[in-house]
């Protein structure tokens, strides 16, 4: 678990930390899109959201699939969205509670005696990183050279970060979230159900 979260946190300050200077650039002539979001949450959809939410947690969480409380709850909110049972977003305060809350359980799993790990894997981290980039980088050539798709567009979608991150990034700077946001979930869904084999297949 240490060496995950020292790997992945790495690489995740790099890739942020690369990406930001490079889409300001790039990202000064993307075509604007202004998303209204609504956050009027009524009593009622706040209960099924809840309700929904938690079910599919519980489903994700004994389906043993990686990251299966988190997936869970991302599917049935979509899945509620996207039938316009729930219209409403999650007000942003509840939103930075649970981020907070999220990024403290990850912290809490390195400790003390993980320091010299820190730096025993940050060539680990540097390669992900590395390799990451360099994959995604490949795939949204092919898709800027064949669609006429905005180069910031791109960035973000393929950028291998977190869903959060870049969707945020794509709203400040005007990008599709949308866009951003379905190739990321995308993404992950993949990872969830493709990595638990793969792994079992390597560990062989």
């Not at 490079?22 to 899109?33: K, Q, S, T």
């Not at 960035?155 to 951003?180: K, M, N, Q, R």
Request: positive net charge; charged residues 10%; proline residues 4%.
């Amino acid at each position: 678990m240490v060496k995950i979260t020292v790997i992945q946190c790495v690489r995740l300050l790099l890739l942020i930390g690369f990406l930001a200077p490079l889409l300001a650039i790039i990202a000064r002539n993307a075509p604007h899109v202004v998303v209204a979001v609504d956050y009027d949450w009524t009593i009622q959809e706040a209960i099924i959201l809840l309700v929904c939410g938690g079910a599919g947690a519980l489903l994700g969480y004994y389906s043993r699939i990686p990251g299966g409380m988190m997936l869970g709850a991302l599917l049935a909110s979509g899945i509620l969205h996207a039938t316009s049972i729930v219209t409403a977003a999650v007000p942003r305060s509840i939103a930075d509670i649970g981020l907070v809350v999220l990024g403290v359980l990850i912290g809490s799993r390195v400790g003390v005696e993980h320091r010299t790990q820190l730096v025993r894997y940050l060539p680990a981290a540097l390669l992900a990183f590395l390799i990451g980039t360099a994959a995604s980088f490949a795939a949204a050539l092919v898709v800027w050279l064949l669609l006429d798709i905005h180069p910031a567009q791109i960035a973000l979608a393929f950028a291998p970060g977190a869903l959060e991150a870049l969707t945020v990034i794509a709203f400040s700077l005007g990008v599709d979230p949308s866009y951003v946001a379905s190739h990321h979930v995308v993404r992950f869904l993949m990872i969830a159900f493709s990595v638990p084999f793969l792994a079992r297949f390597v560990a062989r």
